[in-house]
């Protein structure tokens, strides 16, 4: 384990400071390294930067446990530890520069994590804590019980799970799975290529279209749909309510009053087979389908 020298030279703290102080540390890493972040309350700040080392700034109130951190070429750890998740009042707060390349796993209780510039893989887990990922990392694994989740960037692979939790996506463009229980999801993008949405009580509202080929399948109980895609539109639709109703303003299509269940195609390739498939299923909420010509 190597460490580069910085500021300050820092070691294992064994107790807790006496008043709110400034840590720094510094790591040689590989540029795909693999890290582990640890901080319950409080926030953490990960951004990836072009340099092989993991560069930290902690600050720790009275009683906010203490700082750790070590490792160094293929894996490395920092954090917090011997945090009381019930305490009130301010956390600890970690700044953390790491190879944008590096695979970062975060655990969180109530701390707010934000994330920027990662091209590698991340994982972060939230109990009420609300998470923020802007870029566009190759993986992406998000979980908060409580917390909102927001994306914007372009991530390759991306799965989030909320509770209660509200979530916000903007620009995604691959491999997109999102389910919440009570949270509304919102979703916009230019172009969705897979994608499959589950809520059971949270409202769904996606604006963006579909690839050709792609994929979007949208699942909730009693939680009203929105979809809302730019022209021109080349899709199969295959819609169902059981309770709800189902609304469309799509060129050259309109489903009857009173129906809740339809299957239509919109566009020549469409017609033909082809174009994209959308499949929309609800218990009892509504559907509406609308066609946006400008985009907006």
Known sequence: MRFVPFLVPLLWLSSPPPSQSERLLAIKVDPDVAVRVHNLVGTTRITGWERDSIVVVGRIPP????????????????????????LTGPGSDLEVRMPRGARVWIKSASANVEISNLGGEVEANCLTGSIRVEGAPRVATLESID???TIAGAATVLRVRTGAGAVRITGARGDLVVSTVQGAITIQSDQLLSARVESVSGRVEIRSGVALDGLLDINTHDADVQLLLPAPIDARFDLA????????????????DGERTARFSVGKKAGAGRGAGITIRTFSGGIQVDSNPKGE
């Open 63 to 86: 009683r906010g446990g203490r700082f750790f951190g070590g490792g160094g070429g293929r894996g490395a750890k920092l954090g917090v530890e011997g945090q009381d998740p019930s």
């Open 147 to 149: 917390g909102d989740i």
């Open 241 to 256: 309510t059981v309770k709800g109703i189902i609304a469309t303003g799509l060129p050259g299509y309109r489903v009857p």
